[in-house]
């Protein structure tokens, strides 16, 4: 069974930085697209950045210049680095991957349980 296991949120002030990271586990063929995704209270969920196997980026605007993703793919884990971190990125940070496991023949997109992040003074 696939597992995405986040960690690092928390409690953060105006101007301050985060470390998010996110290890898959379980029985994986091959992990191909990985990328955070947030959701603000009474919003809907929505792409911050993603990277594929290969370290092509993509980023929200709105983080752009402030977040860097990046990936180890041995330890099969995704990171987001977030500084100058604005009210405004308060969410749940929820991580997600396409990923082929070993019993499939087809790829799946798989979430995270997702971690708070708030920015305040």
């Known amino acids: 069974q696939v597992q995405l296991v986040e960690s690092g949120g928390g409690l953060v002030q105006p101007g301050g930085s985060l470390r998010l990271s996110c290890a898959a586990s379980?029985?994986?063929?091959?992990?191909?697209?990985m990328g955070w995704y947030r959701q603000a209270p009474e919003k809907q969920r929505e792409l911050v950045a993603t990277i594929t196997s290969d370290g092509s980026t993509n980023y929200a605007d709105s983080v752009k210049g402030r977040f860097t993703i990046s990936r180890d793919n041995a330890k099969k884990t995704v990171y987001l680095q977030m500084n100058s971190l604005k009210p405004e990125d308060t969410a749940v940070y929820y991580c997600?991957?396409?990923?082929?496991?070993?019993?499939?023949?087809?790829?799946?997109?798989?979430w995270g349980q997702g971690t708070q992040i708030t920015v305040a003074s």
């Open positions: 997600n991957a396409e990923i082929r496991p070993r019993s499939s023949a087809t790829r799946g997109y798989y």
């Open positions: 379980g029985s994986i063929f091959s992990i191909y697209v």
